[in-house]
């Protein structure tokens, strides 16, 4: 406080000698009272003379000099801006991506890329990241053996694959086509949060028609399962655009059901589109679990005479992971090309 108090002091007596004073000249052009800084030396009384009329003209002390620099930092002494909401309504109909922090201008049509993405592991890095992935997945099997452990071990695995496939959303949206390298700060926020947050996309759009069956089944004693199966299916067919909005969103904050109906509106072709890729990525990851895959795989073990356990748990992994990508990546490109089409902004 005393600090503060004298450099308030000599603030003012600074300010009001720069009042009074007049142009520079006399003690503000001496060095060392004896020589002018770019004139001719200067008589010694004439020199002391001049430095008495100007005491306020010389340099502050070294402590005071860097109060005075800090306060001229505006960005320091500013109070701190208030960050807008993740996700936020808009009415404005074309927003340019230089407003929108981190997102990159598509650099080729949507068609082309749509068709790309079955064939991202293509790309070096996004190889390396994708059999990665395989390897994550492998670990399910032995987990699953474990008992307690096993099932603690096996929710934080889903909850980092939960990570990852949200982040290909984000990534893709942005601009990027590798696949993101994914490291875990937090286990809660990380793994945790964002794992029920993955599972939170389903919950929501599938809420509707359980709630519905549960009514019924309450007050009438019967569920009409014609009713329930269509409003399941209209709600999946809006689920990329909750998924969406959480990866980018970061929460299911501002997506209401209006919004997320004008923004698959947004492109309507193209939305089918995704959808229609969605639909072979989910037939993709089905597929191990059909007869006619599990019966292939018996023939080709009884052929070989040997148990071909391991190398199908490979190739399970690899299926769940590809078909996985491919769908989070198209659901990020629909956002990549038609975001300035949407009701909403999420940066």
């Known amino acids: 406080d005393a600090d503060s108090g ?23 052009r001496l060095r060392d009272g004896t020589t002018s800084a770019d004139g001719p030396p200067v008589d010694e009384a004439e020199a002391s003379g001049a ?29 701190p801006a208030r960050l807008p909401p993740r996700v936020r309504e808009t009415s404005r109909d074309e927003i340019a991506d230089e407003d929108r922090g981190g997102i990159t201008e598509a650099t080729k049509p949507y068609w082309i890329e749509l068709i790309g ?38 929710l934080l695995i889903s909850g980092y694959l939960c990570t990852f496939y949200m982040t290909v959303i984000l990534e893709t949206a942005s601009g990027e086509d590798e696949l993101p390298n994914v490291w875990i700060s ?6 945790i949060l964002s794992g029920l947050r993955f599972v939170g996309t389903w919950i929501v759009v599938l809420l509707p028609a359980v709630l519905f069956a549960l009514i019924e089944y309450v007050n009438l004693g019967t569920v009409h399962w014609t009713v329930v199966t269509l409003m399941a299916v209209v709600g999946l067919f809006f689920w990329p655009v909750v998924i969406l909005g959480v990866a980018i969103g970061g929460s299911f904050h501002g997506l209401w059901p209006l919004r997320i109906m004008r923004t698959a509106a947004a492109a309507p072709l193209a939305y089918l589109a995704m959808c229609a890729v969605l639909l072979i990525a989910a037939g993709l990851n089905a597929m191990p679990h059909m007869q006619f895959y599990q019966d292939a795989a018996k023939s080709l073990a009884g052929t070989t005479g040997q148990s071909l356990f391991w190398l199908m748990m490979v190739v399970n992994s690899a299926i769940s992971a590809y078909s996985t990508i491919v769908a989070m990546r198209v659901i990020g490109l629909y956002y990549r090309h038609y975001k300035h089409k949407f009701p909403w902004v999420a940066e």
């Open 186 to 191: 937090s286990v809660l926020d990380d793994v």
């Open 51 to 79: 430095a008495r009329a100007f005491p306020t003209r010389t340099r502050p002390p070294e402590g005071e000099a860097k109060l005075l620099d800090f306060a001229d930092k505006d960005d320091i002494i500013a109070p």
């Open 6 to 28: 004298e450099a308030g002091d000599w603030l003012a007596v600074f300010a009001q000698a720069e009042h009074d004073a007049g142009p520079a000249g006399g003690a503000d």
């Open 117 to 154: 993405s079955f064939l991202f592991f293509l790309d070096g890095g996004s190889f390396v990241t994708f059999i990665i992935i395989i390897l994550v997945n492998l670990w399910t099997v032995p987990l699953s053996f474990a008992g307690l452990f096993g099932l603690v071990g096996l």
